[in-house]
């Protein structure tokens, strides 16, 4: 069976999807990510679809469906490299994508990707501590 490779780039999961995707394929890509996203606690997830041509609604729901199961599992995601024909298909199919990030190519990903890391730090370390003993008196 084929496989989709995921690479671990420093904190990140790089996923570059190199041949059309079918559905059982996009199935195993997302049980495989997240399978590592907990094996290396990885904090972001960068996905290529520079070489798709064609995503149909199964796939951009596959798509949504690992974005939001990164973010549940403390990883966050941006997909990279999207057609304009693949943009295009996707709002005509009403595709909305809401969990998804995306940018133009890997290095604005990465950049992204590094942006989003860095605010939730800030925000996670705004946040005041709760204090579990509230009967105090």
Known sequence: MERIPILKMGKFLLVTIQIDMHDR???????????????TQAKG??????????VDSFIGRMLNNIASMS????ALTVVVGMRP???????????????????????????????MMDQEDSESAQEPESDNDSTKE
């Open 85 to 115: 024909a693949v943009a295009i298909t996707m709002v005509e199919l009403g595709l909305d994508m809401k969990g998804v990030k995306t940018a133009l190519d890997m290095d604005r990903g990465i950049e992204l990707l590094e942006s």
């Open 45 to 54: 997830v960068l996905i290529d679809i520079s070489s798709l041509e064609i």
């Open 25 to 39: 394929l996009a199935l195993s890509l997302q049980d495989d990510l997240t399978e590592m996203i907990v094996k």
């Open 71 to 74: 973010k549940v599992l403390d």
